[in-house]
């Protein structure tokens, strides 16, 4: 007969297991696979250090645009697959960095998609080296500091505000609180002592009396590391990418200011406002807001045409407006993704416009026939138009080819020429593009027997000998060369050789073979040709000023200062021995050492 108590005894030895009385065995810690995380964000840092030095938008979307997502996309895969976190840990983590994703969106309005080019990247960088830096601490402390790593994300991205993307479609970032100061519309009611014609040392229209980027009949000191120009005044100027039309003791600009577009004038020497014009009218788009285009100064009078389609007539002493045409509703265009760019060409005659024509994306090119447009300039009276429908942000460019004066214009269709006068197509070459449209002046080479067309992307620039034979054209394609790429920075010519930009890239080829010369100073922005003393001016992105001598053998800076703040589009201008440069922020005038 067994003894109660033994029953007893092996009945709690068998439950023991059961109810776990002592203490439980730990369990194993948990130690993440960080190493796949660090071979995807290296390989994303690896990528976006070089396509942001590519000549092409192409490259540089791969990596600000296109990497980040990817490289988030991998993690994420990563995060949930392979990392080793627990489970519950691996569905809060992603929950909480979509949450910051979305806070951080919903805080840029206006830059939605381009504030994931810089949040992605910070974030899972961020992440993923404080999981690796700590990767030997208990997964609790771990978790606690990736958790406090995104927390501080979603505290600190909101303090920024992104104002525009530059030429690598990088954003350009300032503190919310930076506001630029906001700028009177009200007009002083002045009045400027013009004279009826441009003297020789004027500037009175987009790149200069020929559109070539040229001053002409000026030299200046190139000793700029000794005697730099003298600072004579500088102001803070409304949003967009004009250049200036300089006359006499003024000069002239279009500006956003508000919700107002304005024409100003200020007096050269000092800076200070003479006139102001203003419209009810605001452009934004993802590079920045306001007008494009630059004023044109003929027989006392100034044309000026807004990113909307608003082109003006003013009396320019005193900025009344003559009259008014909208673009837009006078041809088949809507405003373009870039706004209406084309600075007013004015013939004898006529104020010739490049509009676009494409009312419909889905038409294929040339199915209308009015991009180019001409208007009466003493009425305002709409006259002709003309041209293959086709994106483009080119100006229309007086020339004289074969010895018969016409009008260039170049577009996503290719190029096109004109009769001023009737607007009657001459000739073309088709050259279609679709991703990046055309956006620089067309270049007459070879004493006006040959147009250079620039392209950016991978179609590169085109050499076109233009001849008229027996009443009949002949354009003859003579080289095409992918190692000049110019997009938005426009080029010069001196003695032979062409001065400009492969992407953001300073370079020098030959105008007669497309050969490369050299490829130098990392500038974007813009530049001018000072013809007399064998420089160029370089007004880089950044806002820097350089002074670059125009050898074709090698590249030779020979000096660089800093000379506005912020991102620069805006064409510099030489003028009476002033230098006028300008962007979305300021604006300065310099005193060239003669």
């Known amino acids: 007969m067994s003894d109660p108590t033994d029953e007893h005894e092996e009945s709690v030895s068998a439950e023991e297991p059961a109810r776990g009385p002592g203490p439980e065995t730990p369990s194993a810690p948990v130690r993440l696979n960080v190493v796949p995380a660090v071979i995807i964000v290296a390989a994303h840092m690896i990528v976006l250090a070089f396509t942001v030095t590519l000549p092409t938008v192409f490259g540089n979307a791969v990596g600000i645009v296109v990497m980040p997502i990817l490289a988030a996309l991998l993690l994420a895969i990563w995060w949930l697959g392979f990392s080793r976190a627990p489970w519950r840990d691996r569905i809060a983590g992603l929950g909480i960095f979509v949450a910051v994703v979305a806070w951080t969106v919903v805080t840029q309005p206006q830059y939605q998609a381009r504030i994931l080019s810089v949040s992605l990247p910070v974030l899972t960088t961020g992440i993923v080296a404080v999981l690796a830096a700590t990767m030997w601490s208990a997964w609790p402390a771990q978790r606690t500091k990736a958790l406090l790593y995104m927390i501080a994300c979603a505290v600190i991205f909101p303090l920024f505000r992104i104002d525009d993307v530059g030429g690598n479609l990088a954003p350009n970032m300032s503190w919310r609180w930076s506001a630029p100061p906001k700028l009177a519309v009200d007009n002083p009611g002045g009045s400027a002592a013009l004279p009826e014609k441009p003297g020789p040392l004027d500037w009175p229209a987009f790149r200069g009396p020929q559109r070539?980027?040229?001053?002409?009949?000026?030299?200046?000191?190139?000793?700029?590391n000794e005697q730099l120009p003298k600072e004579l005044w500088r102001n803070p100027v409304g949003l967009g990418f004009s250049s200036?039309?300089?006359?006499?003791?003024?000069?002239?600009?279009?500006?956003?200011r508000g919700d107002t577009e304005v024409v100003v004038c200020y007096e050269a020497g000092s800076g200070d406002e003479v006139w102001i014009n203003g419209l009810k009218a605001r452009f934004d788009e993802a590079v920045g807001s306001g007008p494009r285009a630059t004023p044109t100064f003929d027989s006392g009078k100034l044309y000026t045409q807004g990113a909307t389609g608003i082109l003006q007539c003013l009396n320019a002493a005193t900025g009344e407006q003559v009259w008014q045409a909208d673009v837009a509703k006078d041809t088949t265009a809507n405003v373009p993704e870039w706004g209406f760019s084309s600075s007013p060409l004015v013939t004898d005659k006529f104020v010739v416009m490049y509009t676009g024509g494409v009312s419909d994306s889905r038409q294929e090119f040339g199915a209308e026939n009015d991009a180019v447009i001409a208007y009466d300039k003493s009425t305002g009276a709409k006259v002709w138009c003309s041209g293959a429908s086709a994106p483009g942000y080119s100006s229309a460019h007086l020339a004289d080819l074969g010895g018969v004066q016409q009008i260039v214009m170049t577009?996503?269709?290719?190029?096109?020429?004109?009769?001023?006068?009737?607007?009657?197509?001459?000739w073309e070459n088709k050259w279609p593009i679709r991703m990046n449209p055309r956006v620089v002046q067309p270049m007459i080479v070879d004493g006006g027997r040959a147009v250079l067309v620039g392209t950016a992307e991978g179609k590169g620039t085109r050499y076109l000998q233009v001849a008229l034979n027996e009443a009949k054209w002949n354009?003859?394609?003579?080289w095409t060369t992918r190692e000049f790429r110019p997009y938005f920075n426009d080029y010069v010519l001196h003695k032979g050789y062409c001065y400009g930009f492969d992407g953001n890239t300073l370079m020098c080829i030959d105008s007669a073979t497309g050969y490369r010369r050299w490829k130098g100073g990392r500038y974007g922005g813009q530049l001018l040709l000072i013809e007399?003393?064998?420089?160029l001016i370089v007004l880089s992105e950044k806002g820097e000023l350089a002074l670059v001598r125009t050898n074709p053998s090698e590249f030779e800076e020979i000096a660089r200062f800093q000379a506005l703040t912020g991102k620069t589009w805006n064409h510099p201008v030489v003028a009476n021995g002033k230098l006028f440069v300008r962007n979305a922020e300021e604006m300065a005038c310099f005193e060239l050492p003669g």
Request: hydrophobic share 40%; proline share 2%; glycine share 14%.
């Open 411 to 426: 577009s996503g269709f290719g190029v096109q020429s004109f009769d001023p006068t009737t607007g009657a197509l001459l």
């Open 212 to 224: 070539d980027g040229v001053a002409r009949g000026v030299a200046i000191a190139t000793n700029w």
């Open 532 to 535: 007399n003393s064998n420089v």
């Open 244 to 256: 200036f039309c300089a006359i006499g003791g003024y000069v002239f600009t279009q500006e956003q």
């Open 475 to 478: 354009v003859t394609e003579k």
